[in-house]
């Protein structure tokens, strides 16, 4: 079955660094998606960004960006001058294109972003 | 709109109760689903469902039981409350189709079972 780990578990930076989320995947699939997801202290979960396993471009969203290597099988998550409100715990979530019903999370990362 | 929307919010139970957890979603999506969120062990899928009528189960399933009478509702039966059972829930849905859904999740129900 398919396995996604983030070894962070928790992550403290100062407001306006930038930090990295690791996220490793395995799958036995040619056909995969890759997803992050943000929960914030009031406990939903908000849905960041989805990518496929044939689109390898990195994605940047204002100061989120997101590097996808199939070579080493990482996606990973940077927040550039971090904020207060970035706090969260960050998940890391893969699915397969054989079995998409069946989306498989990280343990999560919680970053905690000090004024 | 409201989503997807879950009933109850905060729930005690003893050992050996039963309960269901409600979940219902107004925007017509075909896949439903429930998640457990567990300290240092992410969400782990319980049951799903493609559509009503369809229901399977997913990585954890054994204490819980599901139904989908309708494309709205998706109940999340629990028949004999048990201590490792308590949790935080999250149902979700998607639009079914042949690439990877993105879920819409829930608010989270919070179980305690004692």
């Known amino acids: 079955a398919q396995k996604v780990t983030q070894a962070q578990t928790e992550i403290s930076v100062v407001e306006k660094e930038d930090v990295t989320l690791d996220c490793v995947y395995e799958?036995?699939?040619?056909?995969?998606?890759l997803f992050w997801y943000k929960q914030p202290p009031s406990g939903e979960l908000v849905f960041l960004i989805r990518r496929n396993s044939f689109d390898e471009q990195n994605e940047i969203s204002g100061r989120y960006s997101w590097n996808f290597q199939k070579s080493t099988s990482s996606f990973n998550f940077t927040i550039t001058a971090s904020q207060v409100v970035d706090s969260a715990v960050y998940f890391c979530?893969?699915?397969?294109?054989?079995?998409?019903?069946?989306?498989?999370f990280g343990a999560g990362t919680r970053l905690t972003v000090k004024p | 709109n409201a989503g997807v929307t879950q009933t109850p919010k905060f729930q005690v139970l003893k050992t050996g109760q039963s309960m269901t957890l409600q979940c219902a979603q107004d925007?017509?999506?075909?896949?439903m689903s429930w998640y457990r969120q567990d300290p240092g062990m992410g969400l782990r899928l319980i049951h799903y469902s493609v559509g009503a009528g369809i229901t399977d189960q997913g990585e954890v399933p054994n204490g819980y039981n599901v139904s989908r009478s309708t494309t709205e509702d998706f109940p999340l039966r629990l028949l004999s409350a048990a201590p490792s059972q308590t949790s935080v829930y999250f149902c979700?849905?998607?639009?079914?189709?042949?690439?990877?859904?993105?879920?819409?999740f829930g608010a989270g129900s919070r179980l305690t079972v004692l």
């Open positions: 799958t036995r699939d040619t056909t995969y998606y």
């Open positions: 979700a849905s998607s639009v079914l189709r042949s690439g990877a859904n993105v879920l819409t």
């Open positions: 979530a893969l699915s397969e294109a054989g079995n998409n019903n069946d989306m498989r």
């Open positions: 925007m017509n999506h075909e896949y």
